[in-house]
């Protein structure tokens, strides 16, 4: 099976693969921010959240629903800096699993990833890591929202947790970003074999 890739590309490819599923895992992941609300635990993402509270007609009191699920609207969002969140992230993830995707199909297809080819990756593939980098910078610029509040105690605000905490998608979807930025888009660089000159 002919391959457009160098040793190092092929190991550019399956690098370029991990990163953006561990991206992208973490950004669908709704457990970016732990707390408790009601005596059960509550996560938060940035579109997506487990548990909440409903008020139970019947008793006449608020009582949480331990479910998981997107907000209604993307409007429901708690914070215009989470719903901006939400969407640089994803175009982050997308660019990542997009340069992803053509990397492994290069391991398959000849003539497909030349020098230039890879050079141009790594580079859609460092903006893609700087989106996702610039999500994550913006996500605690929402912490004071009504709805974090009231899960962290009342005490959180911009870059303060108050009784909560990261949570471990927060982390996976940095970490694949930051290597995405600093060890795909180098290894890019020498992914691509030479590109053939044709006689005509």
């Given at each position: 099976?002919?391959?457009s890739?160098?040793?190092?590309?092929?190991?550019?490819?399956?690098?370029?693969?991990?990163?953006?599923?561990?991206?992208?895992v973490?950004?669908?992941?709704?457990?970016?921010?732990?707390?408790s609300?009601?005596?059960?635990?509550?996560?938060?993402?940035?579109?997506?959240?487990?548990?909440?509270?409903?008020?139970?007609?019947?008793?006449?009191?608020?009582?949480?629903?331990?479910?998981?699920?997107?907000?209604?609207?993307?409007?429901?969002?708690?914070s215009?800096?989470?719903?901006?969140?939400?969407?640089?992230?994803?175009?982050?993830?997308?660019?990542?699993?997009?340069?992803?995707?053509?990397a492994?199909?290069?391991?398959?297809?000849?003539?497909?990833?030349?020098?230039?080819?890879?050079?141009?990756?790594?580079?859609?593939?460092?903006?893609?890591?700087?989106?996702?980098?610039?999500?994550?910078?913006?996500?605690?610029?929402?912490?004071?929202?009504?709805?974090?509040?009231?899960?962290?105690?009342?005490?959180?605000?911009?870059?303060?947790?108050?009784?909560?905490?990261?949570?471990?998608?927060?982390?996976?979807?940095?970490?694949?970003a930051?290597?995405?930025?600093?060890?795909?888009?180098w290894?890019?660089?020498?992914?691509?074999?030479?590109?053939?000159?044709?006689?005509?």
């Amino acid at each position: 099976m002919a391959s457009s890739l160098t040793c190092t590309g092929v190991i550019w490819a399956l690098l370029s693969f991990l990163c953006a599923a561990t991206s992208c895992v973490g950004f669908f992941m709704p457990y970016w921010l732990w707390g408790s609300q009601l005596g059960k635990s509550v996560s938060f993402g940035t579109f997506r959240r487990c548990s909440y509270p409903v008020h139970d007609e019947s008793r006449q009191m608020m009582v949480m629903v331990e479910e998981c699920g997107r907000y209604a609207s993307f409007q429901g969002i708690p914070s215009a800096e989470w719903r901006i969140c939400t969407i640089v992230t994803g175009l982050g993830c997308g660019l990542l699993l997009l340069v992803a995707l053509t990397a492994l199909m290069g391991c398959c297809v000849s003539e497909l990833i030349s020098r230039t080819v890879g050079r141009v990756a790594g580079g859609i593939q460092f903006l893609g890591g700087l989106l996702i980098g610039a999500g994550c910078a913006l996500y605690p610029l929402g912490w004071d929202s009504e709805e974090v509040r009231q899960t962290c105690g009342y005490i959180s605000g911009q870059f303060d947790l108050g009784k909560c905490e990261i949570g471990w998608a927060y982390y996976c979807t940095g970490a694949g970003a930051a290597a995405a930025m600093l060890l795909c888009t180098w290894l890019a660089c020498f992914s691509g074999k030479k590109q053939k000159h044709y006689p005509y």
